[in-house]
Every structure is written in structure tokens, then in C-alpha cells.
């Protein structure tokens, strides 16, 4: 199936039948609403909320949103609700982790313990799907939220994840651009050399299913005429589909920017996990919420 609009992805999401959540700190009006619109869609049957359950109620109450088929777990404290919820999907419970009103690296940590975690094999992290008025495809965005300072290793493990989101989404061998401030390898410039580094191992095959290339400014990789202009050829250049930042400072303000600024579509949750996470920031609105849910069944 090739997914290339969240509304395609959330039939998808439809067709893979209901899940069910587990979301921490879950007294939060808007994940309170993505959840209510999530179950009317039909992509999600309910499941558990740990946090402050009188808060909880009373905001359900005020947004007139049923809780009916969740359990509420009464716990104020919000490193044991991130346990909580951990526990919950490592034991099968849940399908799906949702954050709410806590902060994301008070509930990684508790994803990424080696004892009472979700780790796999794999390096865990977070890929974001934008839909972007003027832009006919979707665009794929890695790392913004997990890895602060990825080495070349965790670079080819982020663009592994990516990579694997988008060939679910139906794109067969999807363009990868490796982002740096210019197509110039510069000493000075770190990401610029690590670029390189990935793309020769790309070719040499550490990459399955994709086309890579970089380093590679954002307006080359975007814009066919920049990358026209710049003299760049590439198969990438112009037409990228995913875009690999340098580190997860220049991830979360791109993607801050393009929801902003561009007034951006987006969805994403983390990848690499038992279970997918959905780590929204606390100021996302529920239509992000709902469609990073829809993401996460149709990958779950």
C-alpha cells in the first residue's frame, strides 16, 4: 500500500483494526481528545490511564470526552507512571506508549532500562512524517527527539529506522538526503564529514532499499532548483524524502518550523521499541496527538 497523505495512513490505520494505549500522566486535555477521536476513528480501543485520576476525570468531565473501556491508575507521581505504562506494554497489556504531561526524558529513560524496558537490539529513535502544504509527497524527518549527538553508527542505525518507515509506507526505495550547512566536505564541519561517510557506506551496501547521498544542504535536497542553480547532481537532490539532521538540537527545530511556520501536518512516534512510543511535545495540539496514534497502529 502507499501511504502519501495522512488520509490514506489513517485508513490504513483503520484496515490494521483497533489497539490498545497506555499513556502516562494522562491528565492532559489534548491527549484526552486525541484519544476520544482515535476511538470514534476506530483505531484504537481504549486501554489504560496511569497519572492523577480525579484530574483526569474532572478534565474528561469539562471537555464532555468519555473515558468508558479505559482503566484509570491512580498515580500522581510521574516517574511511576512512566513505569507503569513501560510495565503495561512489556507485559502485553498495551500495544501502544503515549506520553502525556511529563517530560519525554523522564519516560525514555524508563523505556530505554535495560531490566523493565522496551529496548530491542536496535537504537532507538524518533521518526516524524510532515505533510507540507506545496510539497506533493511526505516528508520524513530523523532524529528530533531521542539521540542528542549521534556518532556515524547511530546515524546509519537512525537512517535504518527511517528507512524502514517509509518502505511500511509504500515507497520502494525512498531517497535519503544526510543533511549538513553545505554539499562541501569541510574539517571544521563535522556533520559535513559524517555525511560522506554515510553515503560511501551506503553504497558499499550498510543500507538496504534506499537511495543515499550527502552531505547535503536542506534547499538542495528539497528543491529541484536549488539543486539546479548549485550545479548538484544527484538522485536525491530535489526529491529527498527523508532527511537526516545532525543532531537532535537541528531535528526539533526543524521540525518546530515546519509546524509553525509552514503550518505543517505532522505525525510521529519512536521507532526501535517492543511497542512504538509517541513522545508529542507537551504543547502539541490533538490532531498532531491523534494522527501520531494513526501512525502508530498502522506501524504497530
Known sequence: MFINDFTTMLEAARNKGPKRVAVA???DPEVLRSLAEAR?????????????????EALAKREGLSLDGFELIDEIKTSKAARRVVLLAREGKADIVVKGQLKTAELLSTALNR????????????????EIPGIERLIYISDSGVVPYPDVYQKLEIIRNAVEVAHRFGLKEPKVAILAATEAVHPKIPASIDALALAKMAEQGWVEGAIVDGPMALDTAISEHSARVKGIKSPVAGRADILIVPNVEAGNIMAKGIQYFAHARMAGHVMGAKVPILINSRADTAETRFLSLAMAVYLA
Open 115 to 130: 531490566e523493565i524496558g522496551l529496548r530491542e537490539r536496535r537504537l532507538m529513535t524518533h521518526v516524524g512524517i510532515f
Open 25 to 27: 500522566a494522562a491528565h
Open 40 to 56: 470514534e476513528a476506530g483505531i484504537i480501543e481504549a486501554g489504560y490511564l496511569v497519572g492523577d485520576a480525579r484530574l483526569t
